[in-house]
Nanobody, 124 residues
Framework: QVQLVESGGGLVQAGGSLRLSCAAS????????MGWFRQAPGKEREFVAA????????NYEDSVKGRFTISRDNAKNTVYLQMNSLKPEDTAVYYC?????????????????WGQGIQVTVSS
C-alpha cells in the first residue's frame, strides 16, 4: 500500500505560482513512478505530468509544458509540481498518483495509488 497526501493548493491570481507537494508513506517510494492529474468540474480527470522513479524521465500534458515542472526528492518520499504562469483554466482538483510502472503514464487507469486531491483555483 502507498498512501499519498497532497498539500500546497489554494487560490492564486492569474499569472501567479503555486507549488504542490505529495508525500508518500512507503519506503520504496523511490521505485515508483509518480504523476499528477487534475479534474475540473464537469470534466474527466486528465493527465498533467509524470516522472519516472529516478527523475530522469518527465512528461507533460501539452497545455502545461513550459509552465509546470514535476520533480521528486526520493530522500523525502515527496514529489512536487511547480506551477507558474497559472491560468484560470488550470482551476481544478489536483491529484497525486503512484505506480510501479511508467509505460502508460497518460492512462488514468494505469495508476494504482491516489491521493485525496487538493483544490487549485486561479482567479482572472
Amino acid at each position: 500500500q502507498v498512501q499519498l497526501v497532497e498539500s500546497g493548493g489554494g487560490l492564486v491570481q492569474a499569472g501567479g505560482s503555486l507549488r504542490l507537494s505529495c508525500a508518500a508513506s512507503r519506503r520504496s517510494f523511490s521505485s515508483f513512478a509518480m504523476g499528477w492529474f487534475r479534474q475540473a468540474p464537469g470534466k474527466e480527470r486528465e493527465f498533467v505530468a509524470a516522472i519516472n522513479w529516478s527523475g530522469g524521465v518527465r512528461n507533460y500534458e501539452d497545455s502545461v509544458k513550459g509552465r509546470f515542472t514535476i520533480s521528486r526528492d526520493n530522500a523525502k518520499n515527496t514529489v512536487y509540481l511547480q506551477m507558474n504562469s497559472l491560468k484560470p483554466e488550470d482551476t481544478a482538483v489536483y491529484y497525486c498518483a503512484a505506480s510501479p510502472n511508467y509505460s502508460r503514464y497518460q492512462d488514468y487507469g494505469a495508476w494504482g495509488y491516489w491521493g485525496q486531491g487538493i483544490q487549485v483555483t486561479v482567479s482572472s
